[in-house]
């Protein structure tokens, strides 16, 4: 049984738990790409600004869907080494496949970002944001990115996540806000009764929307 209509139902549910982060010294960052519209729904219902922060998984030799870990902006890198080790993984083939990574990372940066940094983080209340979680890579790699900008707090938001993954998240941030830890927990679309991948186009658009809405915000 789908636990979320799509990602804006699960976006405005997780706005719900985060309501006493509303107006704090803060912002949004979202995983593309379906992070993107969750990520929005929470930045609009606690009436701060939207970034992009990008996180990419590092597939495994031959099967590259198989995540043994990821790589993400501000050289946050997360291995599973008792993957590697399972699977006979060399460091070198996982510093090349981060290095091309990092490719596509820098691409999405120029794309969503139009190539700038992020805001200064430190002292700051940083929600990063995904529509789920299953492994955690990406956004253990995240986490340990965004840190390197000394934020004052650091909490990881998801709609969803196995109990597991929760524990090694909470290794990373300094709180953990998950709405449902379903088991057997099998992929975070199947919790999603729409979950359609989300293109770069609308990434875009969502953002360039988010930033429209924060300047009104101000003007007002």
Known sequence: MPLFEDRRDAGRRLADELVGYRGVDGLVLALPRG?????????????????????????APGNLELAIGAVAEGDGVWT??????????????????????RQEIDRRIQLYRRGQPLPPLEGKTVL??????????????????IRQGNPG???????????????????EADRVVCLATPEPFIAVGYH????????????????????????ARGRS
């Not at 599973?80 to 990574?101: F, I, K, N, T």
């Not at 938001?157 to 290794?171: E, F, G, I, M």
């Not at 999603?192 to 300047?215: H, K, P, T």
């Open 80 to 101: 599973d080494s008792e993957a590697m080790s399972l699977l006979g993984v060399p460091d070198e083939y996982v510093q090349e496949e981060a290095d091309r990574q």
């Open 35 to 59: 992070g993107i519209v969750v990520g929005f729904e929470v930045a609009n219902a606690l009436g701060l600004p939207l970034q992009p922060f990008v996180s990419r998984k590092i597939g």
């Open 153 to 171: 707090l650091l909490v990881a938001a998801v709609p969803v996540a196995p109990q597991a993954t929760l524990w090694r998240v909470s290794q």
């Open 192 to 215: 999603y009764v729409g979950f359609e991948q989300v293109s770069d186009e609308q990434v875009v658009e969502i953002l360039e929307f988010a930033n429209r809405q924060m300047g």
């Open 128 to 145: 990063v944001v995904d529509d789920g979680v299953a492994t955690g890579y990406t956004m253990l790699a995240a986490l340990r990115g």
